[in-house]
C-alpha cells in the first residue's frame, strides 16, 4: 500500500506558473513510471505526464512543451512544473504510480490539488 499526497495547487492567471509536488509514503518513483493526472469538472480522469524508472519521459498533447515532470527519488516526491497556463488547465490534479505489471495506475489516490486558472 502507498500514499499520496499532493500539494502546490491554487488560482493562478492566465500565463501563470505553478509547481505541484507529490510526497508518496514509500519507495515507489524509482521502481514504478510516475504519473501525474487531471480531472476537470464534469470530465473524465485523464494523463498529463509520466515518467518511467528510467527516466523516459511523456505529455499529452495539451501540455507539451509547457509542463515539465520530474523526480527526486531520495525524498520520494514527484513534481510537476506547469508554465504558461491556460484555463483549460483548471482541475484537480493526481499523482500516482503506474504498476509494471498491470500497466495501471495502482489503486491508492490521493486528495489531488486543485489549479484553477481564471483571470
Known amino acids: 500500500q502507498v500514499q499520496f499526497v499532493e500539494s502546490g495547487g491554487g488560482l493562478v492567471q492566465p500565463g501563470g506558473s505553478l509547481r505541484l509536488s507529490c510526497a508518496a509514503s514509500r519507495y515507489i518513483f524509482g521502481i514504478n513510471t510516475g504519473a501525474w493526472y487531471r480531472q476537470a469538472l464534469g470530465k473524465q480522469r485523464e494523463l498529463v505526464a509520466s515518467?518511467?524508472?528510467?527516466?523516459?519521459?511523456n505529455y499529452a498533447d495539451p501540455v507539451k512543451a509547457r509542463f515539465t515532470i520530474s523526480r527526486d527519488n531520495s525524498k520520494n516526491t514527484l513534481y510537476l512544473q506547469m508554465n504558461s497556463l491556460k484555463p483549460d488547465d483548471t482541475a484537480v490534479y493526481y499523482c500516482?504510480?503506474?504498476?509494471?505489471?498491470?500497466?495501471?495506475?495502482?489503486?491508492?489516490w490521493g486528495q489531488g490539488t486543485q489549479v484553477t486558472v481564471s483571470s
Open positions: 500516482n504510480a503506474i504498476s509494471v505489471v498491470s500497466g495501471k495506475p495502482l489503486p491508492y
Open positions: 515518467i518511467t524508472s528510467g527516466g523516459t519521459i
